[in-house]
């Protein structure tokens, strides 16, 4: 019978600082007669960065062993923001941005809030996204009670939740004067009895809104922005500034508040989406996907329309050794940045799994 040799070159692989190592047969060929299990290095093929591949017989044929690199832990990081608030008329005040939250590269989220913690998620799980809407700008005339905009929809991202914008206030009664609470407040309308308060912001996510002027200027306040308080004017108030971020690959600042609306100088929309304020019937909305406010209305001779709040923005980005599978209701677009991936979603809720 014959007896397997042992080579005296393997005897001393349990030393400590031995450098023999069992060797492979090696070769593009293997001219013996294979026997299953049998392993060997064939140089005729290349895996991975190696310029061979390690090969095992199974008892038919040779099979290569796989290179695999493991993936690397499923962490996502994120902006969520809010559908802004719609403006209001009659030199009302502009709509609260959407609240704003932010996960990626130590970036601030809305109000000053920190940078909040990536999300460590799992495969072959279902996590909610929800794209909220941009509240309605109104339209009305001046005989109505209280004819304010409304508020935006809110935003979420698996356990991750932003708040929409708050409507502006309107002009003519101290109850409805004041701006609407939100991720962002609505800018106050203007009211001769001290009753234009301002819309106050979620912590965290956005800024309140600016005072109104007294009813003699006929002036609203600019809605609050993720990233500035709504200015607070004799002529109309400008919308607060957003907050700019990364997650894309490139800057871009989103969730302004929308501009007052008055006669003349209205104010300004919040840099980062904002409509502006308008002098006369005009609707300036915010920009969608971005949370911004709404724009307030002027007081013409007929019905205005205050702005409508921009549709908000789920943005997350993860390695790009997963993929994201979206449900039907929801509207997306993906691409890869360095070793990541973005994925924007722009419309719809519904769940997404990752693979």
């Keep these: 019978m014959a007896l397997t040799k042992v080579i005296t070159g393997v005897t001393d692989l349990n030393q400590a600082q031995s450098t023999s190592g069992l060797k492979f047969p090696t070769g593009s ?28 017989y199974n008892g038919t044929a040779w099979k290569n062993f796989v290179n695999k690199t493991p993936r690397p832990p499923l962490t996502v990081d994120y902006l969520v923001v809010a559908g802004g608030g719609g403006g209001t008329i009659y030199n009302g005040g502009g709509g609260g941005a959407g609240g704003y939250r ?45 004819y304010k905009g409304t508020n935006g929809s809110d935003s979420v991202f698996s356990t991750i939740t932003s708040i929409g914008g708050g409507s502006g206030g309107a002009r003519n009664t101290s109850s409805c004067s ?27 996510q956005g800024y309140a809104g600016g005072l109104g002027a007294n009813l003699g200027n006929y002036r609203g306040g600019g809605g609050g922005g993720a990233g500035a308080v709504g200015v607070s004017s004799a ?31 209205p104010g300004g929309g919040g840099a980062g989406g904002g409509g502006a304020g308008a002098a006369s019937s005009t609707m300036n909305s915010g920009t969608p996907n971005t949370g911004g406010g709404g724009g307030g209305g002027a007081y013409p001779p007929g019905p205005g329309t205050g702005g409508n709040g921009g549709s908000g923005v789920v943005i997350l980005r993860y390695p790009s050794a997963y993929t994201i599978t979206a449900g039907g209701s929801l509207t997306s677009s993906t691409i890869t940045d360095g070793t990541d991936k973005v994925t924007t979603f722009t419309a719809g809720s519904d769940t997404i799994t990752f693979s």
């Design 102 to 146: 932010a996960s990626y590269n130590n970036e601030n989220s809305g109000g000053g809030g920190s940078s909040e913690t990536t999300l460590s998620l799992a495969v072959a799980t279902n996590y909610t996204v929800t794209v909220g809407a941009g509240g309605a700008g109104n339209i009305g005339n001046p005989s109505a009670n209280c």
């Design 235 to 265: 002529s109309g108030g400008a919308g607060g500034a957003g907050v700019a971020s990364t997650i894309t690959g490139s800057s871009v600042t989103r969730a302004g508040g929308g501009g007052a609306g008055a006669n003349s100088s």
């Design 178 to 204: 004041k701006g609407s609470d939100g991720g962002s407040g609505g800018g106050g309308g203007a009211h001769g009895s001290g009753g234009n308060a301002v819309g106050s912001g979620t912590a965290n």
């Design 29 to 56: 060929v293997f001219a013996g007669t294979p026997e299953e299990g049998m392993i060997r290095n064939d140089q005729s093929q290349s895996s991975a960065a190696s310029s061979s591949t390690m090969q095992f």
